[in-house]
């Protein structure tokens, strides 16, 4: 397995407050990448970073910010919570070469109420 | 928008063989990815093949690339029980600073005896 960790597992929030995951990696890849997970939808992309501090928005990044100070951690940030972000969130890293596989993280299953 | 479609739902008797059709939009698509999806888990990478082969064998699974229909398959040789999950298929988008993946709605593989 690729070395992903996500935290926390699970999470219930209450609509309006912030909240923040993270993605933590050890395999020093470049690219790290959000995306969530709801029935029907497949996986979206939220946001992606290409390097510290290099980040760039996906399909359905409004309500959502990321940063990435570290190469190995990429951090997302829901400012204000709504009940439409609940949803399962992956993380996923590439090294960005060849194929570009990405591997995934765990997941982390937020419920907003 | 690019559109990646795959049905929803497949149900076959153990032993027999599997196929998971996937069709995507992008005639720029460089590579195709089937990824496998176990209850509550994240996404684990099966196979992929490049846009430049009509085919690809790994063990059990073959991948059927049509270019011009723009549909790809998943064949799963001797289907066990184990192989009961979500099957998504991808395809590659290079933008310039990072590949995007598109992902498909994922196809529900139930596995009976």
């Known amino acids: 397995d690729a070395g992903i960790t996500q935290s926390p597992r699970h999470k219930v929030t209450e609509t309006g407050t912030p909240v923040t995951l993270r993605c933590h990696q050890t395999e020093n890849h470049r690219y790290m990448y959000w995306y969530r997970q709801d029935p029907g939808h497949g996986l979206r992309l939220i946001h992606y970073?290409?390097?510290?501090?290099?980040?760039d928005k996906g399909e359905v990044s409004d309500g959502y910010s990321v940063s990435r100070s570290k190469t190995e951690d990429f951090l997302l940030t829901l400012e204000s919570a709504t009940s439409s972000q609940t949803s399962v969130y992956f993380c996923a890293i590439t090294g960005g070469s060849g194929a570009d596989t990405q591997y995934f993280g765990p997941g982390t299953r937020l419920t907003v109420l | 928008g690019e559109d990646v479609e795959q049905s929803l739902f497949l149900s076959v008797r153990e032993g027999d063989s599997s196929v998971i059709n996937c069709t995507y939009t992008d005639s720029s698509s460089t590579y195709l990815y089937w990824y496998k999806q176990e209850p509550g888990a994240g996404l684990q990478l099966l196979t992929y093949?490049?846009?430049?082969?009509d085919m690809k064998q790994d063990q059990r699974l073959t991948v059927l690339l049509n270019k011009k229909d723009k549909h790809l398959s998943l064949r799963i040789a001797d289907t066990q029980t184990g192989d009961s999950a979500i099957y998504f298929c991808a395809e590659k988008l290079d933008t310039g600073t990072a590949s995007k993946l598109t992902f498909g709605t994922g196809t529900r593989l139930q596995v009976t005896l």
């Open positions: 093949i490049f846009s430049n082969m």
């Open positions: 970073s290409y390097g510290v501090k290099d980040t």
